[in-house]
């Protein structure tokens, strides 16, 4: 019986050294701000928001000045819509690196849902001038929507195309390409955009995305008074809508195509 009480001696003592260093490392990422602010981005991508401003004033409460944490926050805090603490969070990234251009076009997008659309304009142009950005399509497709506001679609739609040039696989600036043809009634031209937006989009991928680009696209067949093709679209998403004001919207086109 001995030599068995020896090696169940043995497997507890390697398990107790096993977990000595695994608590160590447990304390040392407590006491990490690139650790916790890791985390909350983590969450954020995963969209648990409260896990993720947890983690995130976490790592602020170790290092006040991170600016990743504060942009991360800022960014947790505007997917709430808690604009103000938001607002507060990236003017706080700025202070600490005014560099951080990503934190203008956060702000931007901000600030136009606060209201504030001159404050808006200008974080939006600061992060499109910034030649080292590596998203420079995101401030022009957001100056985009900020002129469709101001009902400036001649504006708007070359702020789109300025888009597309930096990233012409960008399918949200292509669908609101489509938008603002539309509105211009060049309904040949939004279809081109609303098909390009839908390339190789499939529905399981962002149902959401994939049923409001293709409702947009069967709203312009219809008002380019290509019924068939409208029909076609609203028949073949109907049956992916959850949400019941677009399930009306689209049996009320139907109706009248009908």
Do not use: W
């Amino acid at each position: 019986m001995r030599p068995k009480l020896t090696i169940i001696f043995f497997i507890c003592l390697n398990m107790l050294l096993c977990a000595s260093p695994q608590k160590k490392i447990e304390k040392a990422r407590e006491k990490d701000p690139l650790h916790q602010c890791n985390m909350g981005l983590f969450h954020l991508n995963e969209g648990n928001i409260d896990e993720a401003i947890k983690y995130l004033n976490k790592a602020l409460s170790l290092n006040p000045r991170y600016d990743l944490a504060l942009n991360a926050l800022g960014l947790a805090h505007s997917m709430k819509g808690n604009f103000a603490e938001s607002e507060k969070n990236f003017q706080k990234c700025l202070q600490v690196n005014p560099s951080m251009t990503e934190a203008h076009n956060y702000l931007g997008t901000v600030y136009q849902e606060m209201g504030f659309i001159d404050k808006a304009e200008r974080e939006f142009r600061i992060a499109a001038l910034d030649r080292n950005y590596k998203s420079r399509e995101l401030p022009y497709y957001n100056l985009a929507r900020l002129y469709i506001l101001k009902e400036k679609l001649t504006e708007a739609l070359e702020y789109v195309n300025r888009s597309l040039e930096i990233n012409d696989s960008f399918r949200m600036a292509y669908n609101l390409k489509g938008i603002i043809l539309e509105r211009q009634l060049k309904f040949d031209e939004a279809v081109e955009c609303y098909k390009e937006a839908l390339k190789n989009l499939e529905v399981g991928i962002n149902p959401k995305v994939y049923v409001d680009i293709s409702f947009n696209l069967g709203v312009v067949y219809f008002k380019n008074n290509e019924f068939k093709e409208a029909k076609k679209i609203f028949e073949k998403i109907s049956s992916y809508v959850t949400d019941l004001d677009m399930k009306e919207k689209i049996d009320k086109y139907l109706k009248m195509i009908k």
